[in-house]
T-cell receptor, first 118, second 109 residues
Framework: DARVTQTPRHKVTEMGQEVTMRCQPILGHNTVFWYRQTMMQGLELLAYFRNRAPLDDSGMPKDRFSAEMPDATLATLKIQPSEPRDSAVYFC????????????????FGPGTRLTVL | GEDVEQSLFLSVREGDSSVINCTYTDSSSTYLYWYKQEPGAGLQLLTYIFSNMDMKQDQRLTVLLNKKDKHLSLRIADTQTGDSAIYFCAEDQGGKLIFGQGTELSVKP
């Protein structure tokens, strides 16, 4: 049963601390997405990788957030230093991007990391 | 506008039909998607429609697509309490899905 996994599921930390969230995409998928969900802003795309290369991180605050894919089985999202306004649920999703004008791009979501910054 | 738009809330009685509406922006989206998010979980694909179709039926779900008006709707027949969730529509912009804000469906017994 192939699933996207995320760790930790819950994280409570104090303002100023570093937070690292991890994601294991589905084996064979070549795209990985990081989203943030809050009541106020809804679902926001933070970063997007294809074949481990960052394609779009325009939604991510660059001064404190960084996203990487050290290898095809691991994606990380780091916040340093964290702030209370970063409190949200962070989702990772993976997919298999197909080239061509009629590509079907289903994304498979992980269960999310609920981050609380005090 | 640049956003995919949905109404935020819908409340129906069990057994009634639910209709969730969405306005999208990118007329070149080849596929349009509906995702469902249950409490405490990630989003799951519910159904999708290819842009050259105007209707797709899948058991209790009917998707209608009006390309001229860039309007997408999801109809759930015989709505059950288990259908209570947040429903997101999404358009495809070059491999990147752009989601609406989500419509919270509340089903009352």
């Amino acid at each position: 049963d192939a699933r996207v996994t995320q760790t930790p599921r819950h994280k409570v930390t104090e303002m100023g601390q570093e937070v690292t969230m991890r994601c294991q995409p589905i084996l064979g998928h070549n795209t990985v997405f990081w989203y943030r969900q809050t009541m106020m802003q809804g679902l926001e795309l933070l970063a997007y990788f294809r074949n481990r290369a960052p394609l779009d991180d325009s939604g991510m605050p660059k001064d404190r957030f960084s996203a990487e894919m050290p290898d095809a089985t691991l994606a990380t999202l780091k916040i340093q230093p964290s702030e209370p306004r970063d409190s949200a649920v962070y989702f990772c999703a993976s997919g298999l991007a197909r080239t061509g004008s009629s590509s079907y791009n289903e994304q498979f979501f992980g269960p999310g990391t609920r981050l609380t910054v005090l | 506008g640049e956003d995919v738009e949905q109404s935020l809330f819908l409340s129906v009685r069990e057994g009634d039909s639910s209709v969730i509406n969405c306005t999208y922006t990118d007329s070149s989206s080849t596929y349009l998607y509906w995702y469902k998010q249950e409490p405490g979980a990630g989003l799951q694909l519910l159904t999708y429609i290819f842009s050259n179709m105007d209707m797709k039926q899948d058991q209790r779900l009917t998707v209608l697509l009006n390309k001229k008006d860039k309007h997408l709707s999801l109809r759930i027949a015989d709505t059950q309490t288990g259908d209570s969730a947040i429903y997101f529509c999404a358009e495809d912009q070059g491999g990147k899905l752009i989601f609406g804000q989500g419509t919270e469906l509340s089903v009352k017994p």
